[in-house]
């Protein structure tokens, strides 16, 4: 879906990962995309040096360094996924639980670490609730923009948060902005995360109850749950829109049970 008005949620066009295949799976190699790993990088990114000198660090680690980019579920079976970015918030978080226990849908939140770690208890009632819990980052910065170790770090503090809360260690993340690149890719490979892109956004109240037309099997839709997105009017839509999708047969599972779904032969 393409909100007709931008938001600073929507990542540039140019930016967007080309989908691969049916249910929209592109599999990564860090390894591959690093052929010049090792090269040094600025914390910042250096805007006099090409998009191109953006490369993967050399890997540090045993194992295969491949990361899997999810941007939509398969449509062979009635489920999608409904996702929350940004939170925990004292505001909003428990509104959005509410709702997705009155829709009866499991839900993924893709939390900030320090968010995480100032509202310990809102992470342990969403896992207690059966929702799973991914990485966004530690603070809403921009991934293409970090050098690997700075993001390594930010990734690293933010899983611990997320444990420390009682809460399963993530599988998934999702970056801010959905902005990843090869250095990003490589960070997520090293710490075996794969990646919950989205299909359907909801920036506005009215977007909101267009889900119940434009939502399908297999969508990933992205929603807020914390900084300056949320509003009780855009959630409490999204809550019904739920419902309704709901009773038209639609199941909204986990982003990692959509992930395994989509990788089942
Ligand atoms: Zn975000």
Known sequence: MTPSTPTPHDPPARRRLPRRGLAGVALLTAGALGAAGGAALTHRLDTHLAPTDRVAPAPTGPGALTARVLLQGPDNA?????????????????????????????????????????????????????????????????????????????????????????????????????????????????????????????????????????????????????????????LEAVGQSLIALADRGLTFVTGSQMLAATLAP
């Open 78 to 234: 009635p489920r999608a996924c409904i996702t929350f970015d940004d939170g925990p918030d004292p505001t909003w978080t428990p509104l959005v639980l509410d709702l997705l226990a009155a829709a009866g849908a499991s839900a993924t939140f893709f939390v900030l670490g320090q968010a995480a770690t100032a509202h310990p208890d809102l992470i342990a009632r969403e896992a207690g609730a059966g929702h799973e819990i991914g990485v966004h980052n530690w603070v809403h910065t921009d991934v293409y923009s970090a050098d690997a170790d700075h993001l390594r770090a930010d990734v690293d503090r933010t899983i611990a948060a997320i444990e420390a809360a009682g809460a399963p260690r993530p599988g998934l993340w999702r970056p801010p902005y959905g902005r990843i690149d090869a250095p990003a890719l490589a960070v997520a490979a090293e710490r075996g995360l794969d990646l919950l892109l989205w299909s359907e956004h909801t920036p506005s109240a009215e977007h909101a109850r267009a889900l119940t037309t434009r939502a399908h099997a297999g969508s990933i839709i992205l929603c807020h749950d914390g900084r300056t997105q949320p509003s009780r009017e855009l």
